[in-house]
């Protein structure tokens, strides 16, 4: 289920549980609105589920097997202490902020990605196009090219199932590798990039503060909140570091501490985090955490979206582009420059 979906059904399902309406009539009502998509699939489940006396949270794990561990923890947590409301609505504030997050990712690399497609298709064309008319003229004159002129028409004489197998391999090899690493190495490989490593970093840490405050405000016990936060987070580095964390925390570890210790954030947030556990206020102190995180990816975010595309233009048409016109007009440059001695 994707986080828009998610914020939606938790928006839906928190209203509900406001009214005086039975949630099973209610969450019927709900589906014959949504029609036939998959909400509205799920509602006409669940409604059908609740009214045959099955718990909410019984119900979500049932219809969805890719239901999140930590929404069925949170429905539960909601019932028990009679607050589904607000557990439902803090769910869909949270499902709102993972989506634009991932929203502010796909908007700072589609641009840089559309002018690469834009220059490679161009490249493409003077390489295919341009090249061997200029290859003709220069053989009717029968001039003596530079090397670097006569090592850039060569290009135009190597075979298209050349150039499709130099871009398949282009592709594929790094496919290949993607593969090979997995997730823990892929993700370790994304930390290394200037700039972009730190913006995944952060978002990944602020989606897993605001998740283990939402987890805690709703009852759930510490360890059990980082556990489940750490099963839902989408960087597999969070996620390993938080699991482990869990497990000292079960076995009667500071919070501060682990986060020092698997290095979940920095040393201001641990002792923000020590503050917040020892005064009684670690959820608030949490969300405190997950602003300033998220603050900081998205200032990351548009840092890239300002200078990334006009950076990757200027090298894609000066460097690459501008070069090979340049080298393709040196012979006449230096023709004309004998003919005017």
């Not at 930390?191 to 840490?205: H, T, Y």
């Amino acid at each position: 289920m994707s986080p828009d979906q998610l914020a939606a059904l938790g928006q839906e399902l928190g209203a509900l549980s406001r009214t005086n309406l039975p949630l099973d009539r209610g969450l019927a009502a709900l589906a014959q609105e949504m029609g036939g998509d998959k909400i509205g699939r799920l509602c006409e489940n669940l409604a059908r589920d609740l009214g045959a006396g099955l718990p909410l949270d019984q119900a979500l794990a049932k219809h969805d097997p890719n239901m999140p561990s930590y929404l069925v923890a949170l429905v539960k947590a909601g019932l028990a202490t009679g607050k589904l409301p607000q557990c439902l609505d803090r769910l869909a504030t949270h499902a709102r902020m993972v989506h634009s997050m991932r929203q502010t990712f796909w908007q700072t690399a589609f641009y840089p990605l559309v002018v690469v497609v834009f220059a490679l298709g161009l490249n493409a064309f003077l390489i295919g196009f341009v090249l061997p008319r200029f290859a003709e003229i220069y053989r009717g004159f029968g001039m003596q090219l530079p090397m670097i002129t006569a090592s850039l028409l060569g290009l135009a004489e190597v075979g298209w199932t050349s150039w499709l197998a130099l871009a398949l391999g282009m592709v594929g090899i790094p496919c290949l590798l993607w593969l090979v690493l997995g997730k823990v190495g892929r993700a370790k490989f994304a930390r290394k990039i200037p700039v972009v490593g730190g913006m995944f970093r952060e978002a990944s840490l602020g989606t897993w503060y605001d998740l283990v405050a939402m987890l805690l405000q709703s009852g759930t016990n510490l360890p059990q909140a980082v556990q489940l936060a750490s099963n839902a987070s989408d960087d597999p580095l969070v996620a390993q570091a938080g699991l482990q964390m869990a497990a000292d925390l079960a076995d009667g570890g500071a919070f501060g501490d682990s986060l020092r210790k698997y290095r979940l954030g920095s040393a201001w947030g641990a002792w923000l985090a020590e503050v917040g556990q020892g005064n009684g206020v670690l959820p608030e102190n949490l969300m405190e955490l997950s602003a300033t995180c998220m603050a900081q990816a998205e200032n990351r975010g548009r840092w890239l979206s300002m200078v990334l595309p006009p950076l990757v233009l200027v090298i894609l048409s000066v460097v690459v582009v501008g070069g090979v016109i340049m080298v393709l007009f040196l012979p006449m440059f230096r023709l004309l420059e004998g003919l005017s001695g």
